[in-house]
């Protein structure tokens, strides 16, 4: 016979295996700022009766529906036309750095459309624009500090810009030219650099969830003071790798900031076939986490939302998930005509009547920082770095084929050898039938 020593509170008794649950729980509740009022409820035993809840009994047969809950609300600080919702909430922000932000994001929306049309023309095989969320990226990621890491899924390309990626980078990426940093071998928008801590980027949906969670848990153990980041739209949170990420995030207490970028469109398929629920935020104090709804064009209220999830991240290792609200006025990809799935009129609205560069602008012009002038100036100056750099990229050699069979282990193993020595053989007698002026010299030698 076991005999269980006994915890006592507020005459309850429970044993050690359900006191360590309890504290687990109880600092959940604690945290949730619904409960917080058990706090100082007193226990009583019939209340703690499974493990890891405390909860009162009720003899109402009641079943929960979840449209009875309020929606959680969108924070912002910023109107559509670029005013401050409200005297308290007037941007703290200095000008050069609403100048620079405001740049960033006219240079990224230049390069998407210099990109866009490029892949139009054949020059690239693939790309996709970030129209529409350049203040989601812009905001979150210039709230970050540098040492911390970011995952993305595919379209943050303005965190990266903001983060310092060149131009050149970028579009050497997109040509896997040899300037590109993964040697030519993934998709156009697949970006990574180690300098900038920016993982690189894969295809398969989510799977950078989990991975940036183990990340943040070894920052954890580490107490280096920085944050992970990751990114990812409302389609990908539907995969089970989001689920396993946030729920390990929660219980593993980890210093990491979801950042879902909810654009309205997984490809064709829109938000009410993704989800039931209140959109993705709604999931974070399910799972005992941290989280905010925030207007994903008001680059204020992003900067705002991220800087006080990475101060709480920080100060108490605890995940927080931000939903950006926001809306893809590009295609999804060059693959894709989103007219086939969506009005044009609902497309324009975005575009025109409540885009996060316009917004932004207004608020400039309002503010006396921007006149028609410098703005006509500012765009013509990041058209010429654009296509200055296009052009550089464009001229470049593809890289030396042989690079193909490096890299996939660390060490290359002997019948991967005898495969790249087969493939120059080959090279050497049927060269002719392969577009190899364009690419470096087929080069064993370094490897
Ligand atoms: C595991 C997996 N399933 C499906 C796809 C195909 N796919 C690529 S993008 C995409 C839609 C993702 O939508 P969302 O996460 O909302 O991001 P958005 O494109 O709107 O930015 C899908 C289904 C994929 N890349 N990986």
Known sequence: MFIHKKLFIDNA??????????????????????????????????????????????????????????????????????????????????????????????????????MYESQRQGRISFYMTNYGEEACHIGSASALDKGDLIYGQYREAGVLLWRGLTLEEMMDQCYSNVGDCNKGRQMPVHYGSRELNFSTISSPLATQVPIAVGSAYSFKLARNGQVVACYFGEGAASEGDTFSGLNFAATLDCPIIFICRNNGYAISTPVHEQYRGDGVVARASALGMVGIRVDGNDLFAMYNATKAARQLCVSENRPVLIEAMTYRVGHHSTSDDSSAYRSIDEVSYWDKKDNPILRLRNYLFRQGWLNEESEKQMRTDCRKQVMGVFAQSEAKKKPNPALMFLDVYQQMPTRLKQQMNATKEHLARHGSNYPLSAYEKFDVSAF
Do not use: W
Request: with cysteine; charged share 25%.
């Open 13 to 114: 008794s429970i044993s050690l295996t359900m006191q360590a649950q309890y504290i687990a729980f109880r600092r959940l509740c604690l945290s949730l700022s619904r409960l917080s009022a058990l706090g100082t409820r007193k226990v009583s035993v019939e209340k703690m009766v499974f493990p890891g809840h405390i909860t009162n009994f009720t003899n109402k047969l009641e079943l929960k529906k979840p449209e009875e809950n309020q929606a959680i609300p969108i924070y912002r600080v910023l109107d559509k036309e670029g005013v401050p919702v409200s005297e308290d909430v007037e941007p703290q922000l200095e000008k050069d750095y609403v100048l620079k932000a405001f740049r960033t994001m006219v240079l990224l929306n230049t390069m998407d459309r210099i």
